[in-house]
């Protein structure tokens, strides 16, 4: 769904160029919604990349945390996002959610049928990768640049 793909971008690119240790998973959530609970339990520390409503221009990135994150999720712009609010919040009630959450997300510029992203979110793609390793580096986990050029990681 076009610019809805901007987590999916930044997920391939951590796996291409990156190592990282092995308690972090990358994972591509797609629409899976609920059926991701299980990839919660034990989870601290939980990191998401996607498109989001952020009330400027095509392209704004704006970092949220915590509490803030299932009320910005609240306008939906594509249908995995309702199952990211309700899987945090089963979560939460469940007794497993993450103790820390942070989402980055950008503004789509257009979500339609298509797997290339509009020009103004594309641009904002390094940005993010940058912004994914800046948290985990506040985290205390370095990434390193893959030497091997392709790296996998588990991805659902």
Do not use: C
């Given at each position: 769904?076009?610019?809805?793909?901007?987590?999916?971008?930044?997920?391939?690119?951590?796996?291409?160029?990156?190592?990282?240790?092995?308690?972090?998973?990358?994972?591509?959530g797609g629409t899976l919604g609920l059926d991701l609970l299980p990839w919660l339990e034990g989870v601290a520390r939980l990191l998401v990349v996607?498109?989001?409503?952020?009330?400027?221009?095509?392209?704004?990135?704006?970092?949220?945390?915590?509490?803030?994150?299932?009320?910005?999720?609240?306008?939906?712009?594509?249908?995995?996002?309702?199952?990211?609010?309700?899987?945090?919040?089963?979560?939460?009630?469940?007794?497993?959610?993450?103790?820390?959450?942070?989402?980055?997300?950008?503004?789509?510029?257009?979500?339609?049928?298509?797997?290339?992203?509009?020009?103004?979110?594309?641009?904002?793609?390094?940005?993010?990768?940058?912004?994914?390793?800046?948290?985990?580096?506040?985290?205390?986990?370095?990434?390193?640049?893959?030497?091997?050029?392709?790296?996998?990681?588990?991805?659902?």
């Open positions: 769904m076009s610019d809805d793909g901007v987590g999916v971008r930044v997920v391939q690119r951590l796996q291409d160029e990156y190592r990282l240790p092995s308690q972090v998973t990358i994972l591509d996607d498109a989001m409503e952020t009330g400027g221009p095509s392209g704004t990135l704006r970092r949220l945390v915590g509490a803030d994150i299932p009320l910005a999720l609240k306008t939906k712009l594509s249908p995995h996002q309702m199952g990211l609010q309700d899987l945090l919040s089963v979560a939460e009630l469940q007794g497993f959610a993450p103790q820390e959450m942070v989402l980055w997300g950008v503004q789509p510029a257009e979500i339609k049928m298509g797997l290339e992203l509009s020009k103004p979110v594309a641009a904002q793609l390094d940005t993010l990768v940058a912004n994914v390793l800046q948290e985990l580096e506040r985290w205390g986990i370095t990434a390193e640049r893959s030497s091997l050029g392709v790296q996998r990681t588990r991805v659902v």
